[in-house]
């Protein structure tokens, strides 16, 4: 397992006991019966040419080689997608790994469950989220498909023969023993009722006894075949009592082997504790009197590290102080640097329009124009005034002449009164 894996199974066990751990492992069976359930074999016999392949039991819960455990995970991830009655098509190996991730969340979220998992846990294509997101898929495939789960069906265990024959018979010490107990408590049930065939069996024992031979019997069987025939005999006279898990006397004995070990264990270890808290408590001993004498030697270096911390928060204060008029008197010279910069555009505009000849060449001409037109207005004038002492004297003329003529006419009567 990998390093992720032992602190996934570390901080898992903190979490939920020692056998939180593990889960994932108990987790991914559980989900791989289920895709057997639906018959995932075929999907993947039709696809063997994308590269997929049955899995293992645990294929998802550790780390071999990201980038296929990926591909797979998509690829059955899709598939379930598909059992569900979504169109989801076939990843490739050429598909961007974020947007199949993407998709098959949106999915999940699409069907009513919501998954609060990183996408890049996902992208390594194995551990607890991998297995929980196809393990929540195999569910919805299963309810999609209105599978119905039975009550399992146990086989029925026949009893073996009393009679052992081969090497690999084995007779269980349970039964035997059970056998023994049965025995007994039909010997104590049948103490008090008259057994006919234990008495027949009797009288048999006796008539045997009887008809024994006085005389030493005599073998005359050869040593040498009696050897060969028991080497031959020998595999098939061998009992081996199979260990059943389920029994308390090997647990019991395992306790005992456990506790052996345990307690041999712990005197190793404890002479090596105690030599080690030896060591440390020396070792400890000597750092304390050494920080003692490093703190008598450095007592007036601290004295003066102190001061000048104090010092330091001091000047750190009036620095924060003076910055605030600093940031004060930088705004003000921003807004006069920005007037002066006003002015010196006004000052530039002038000048090049005190430099400019034009309007000087426009004021000349104008006033030429301007001379012109008042010569011209005076010689209008000098005519007009001309025009009206022609006028004015002509209408003198006129009026004298009137009066002459007024005079003349008023003289003539006296005169010719006189004449």
Not at 55 to 69: L, R
């Amino acid at each position: 397992m990998t390093d992720q894996g032992h602190e996934d199974g570390v901080g898992a066990q903190e979490e939920g006991g020692p056998g939180a751990a593990f889960q994932i492992y108990v987790t991914m069976e559980e989900m791989l019966d289920k895709l057997k359930i639906l018959n995932y074999e075929e999907e993947v016999t039709q696809n063997r040419h994308l590269g997929l392949k049955p899995v293992s039991k645990h294929y998802f819960a550790i780390q071999t080689n990201s980038g296929e455990q990926f591909f797979m995970f998509v690829s059955i991830a899709a598939m379930l997608i598909r059992m569900c009655g979504k169109q989801f098509p076939q990843p490739s190996e050429d598909d961007d790994p974020n947007n199949l991730i993407a998709d098959i969340l949106a999915e999940l979220r699409n069907m009513g469950h919501v998954l609060s998992i990183p996408p890049n846990k996902l992208k390594q294509g194995h551990g607890e989220h991998v297995v929980q997101v196809l393990d929540k898929l195999t569910n919805i495939a299963l309810q999609t498909s209105k599978h119905q789960w039975k009550m399992p069906i146990y086989p029925t265990e026949e009893l073996e023969d009393d009679t052992i024959v081969g090497d690999d018979a084995e007779v269980l010490l349970n039964k035997v023993e059970e056998e023994m107990l049965e025995e007994n408590e039909d010997l104590e049930e049948e103490e008090s009722i008259l057994d006919l065939n234990a008495l027949r069996s009797l009288n048999r024992r006796n008539e045997f006894d009887h008809s024994k031979p006085e005389e030493i019997m005599e073998s005359t069987t050869d040593a040498a075949e009696w050897k060969m025939e028991v080497e031959r005999v020998l595999p098939s006279l061998k009992v081996s009592v199979r260990t059943d898990n389920k029994d308390w006397r090997s647990h019991l004995e395992q306790m005992h082997q456990h506790r052996d070990g345990i307690e041999q264990t712990l005197t190793d270890t404890k002479g090596y504790l105690d030599k080690l808290h030896a060591e440390i408590s020396r070792t400890l001993e000597k750092i304390s009197s050494r920080e003692r004498y490093i703190n008598t030697q450095l007592e007036h270096l601290l004295q003066e590290f102190r001061s000048l911390q104090d010092k330091l928060a001091e000047t750190k204060e009036k620095y924060r102080q003076a910055s605030g008029g600093i940031l004060e008197r930088n705004q003000v010279l921003q807004e006069i640097t920005e007037e002066l910069e006003r002015v010196k555009q006004d000052m530039e505009e002038r000048g090049s329009s005190m430099t400019d000849g034009a309007p000087l060449v426009k004021v000349k001409q104008a006033l030429t124009r301007l001379r012109n037109e008042t010569l011209q207005m005076e010689i209008r004038i000098g005519v007009i005034e001309h025009i009206l002492m022609q006028v004015k004297l002509k209408d003198k003329t006129e009026l004298q002449q009137s009066m002459n003529d007024m005079t003349i006419d008023s003289d003539r009567p006296f005169l010719e009164s006189v004449f």
